[in-house]
Nanobody
């Protein structure tokens, strides 16, 4: 049974930082693509950053240079982190981590329907 659990959300002032984590149960991060999505109230879900099986990352333009995805040093196979710096009010939303099936060919890295596994989300509020 696969489960992804996000943590680390909260409220910060503009310019501040937060570090989100995505812990996997029954799943490891070395054979599939993982992506962070976010959804602001009243808006569609959007892709933030993605990392593939080989560690290649792609960032959405609106977070380039501010956010960083990585595998946790202490637990690289099952814990993914998202370091968010220089936060802006428009970064407010629920952040989700999502994972593909193992070795799945992804046609659209920002397509929600490409991902089989989702966490419950964690709220990020920037004021």
């Amino acid at each position: 049974h696969v489960q992804l659990v996000e943590s680390g959300g909260g409220s910060v002032q503009a310019g501040g930082s937060l570090r989100l984590s995505c812990k996997a149960y029954g799943y490891t991060y070395n054979r599939q693509r993982m992506t962070w999505f976010r959804q602001a109230q009243g808006k569609e879900r959007e892709g933030v950053v993605t990392i593939d099986q080989y560690g290649v990352t792609t960032y959405a333009d609106f977070v380039q240079g501010r956010f960083s995805i990585s595998k946790d040093v202490a637990d690289p196979d099952t814990t993914l982190t998202l370091q968010m710096n220089s936060l802006k009010p428009e970064d407010t939303g629920i952040y989700y981590c999502a994972g593909s099936l193992e070795w799945q060919v992804i046609h659209s890295i920002w397509g929600s329907n490409e991902y089989a596994y989702w966490g419950q989300g964690t709220q990020v509020t920037v004021s």
